[in-house]
């Protein structure tokens, strides 16, 4: 027959578990999250006119040096 504390220090085992698992999976979610919204930000930069302009002086600059 199991007794109440079996049953008991069962639950409390599944129950850490279950909150390993959801911490594991949440993380890894927020981490996906993280890395979309760092290369949303990296395409809106690229895709700045001034960081295009500032990308022509410079290949300009490193043709007109090496000439």
Do not use: F, P
């Not at 993380?27 to 979309?36: E, M, S, V, W, Y």
Request: net charge negative; glycine share 2%.
């Amino acid at each position: 027959m199991v007794d109440i504390q079996t049953v008991g220090v069962l639950a409390t085992a599944a129950s850490v578990s279950e909150a390993a698992i959801y911490y594991i999976l949440t993380l890894r979610n927020t981490i996906d999250n993280r890395k979309a919204q760092l290369l949303m930000e990296y395409n809106k930069m690229v895709s700045s006119k001034e960081w295009l302009i500032d990308l022509h002086e410079s290949l300009n600059y490193e043709c007109a040096r090496i000439i």
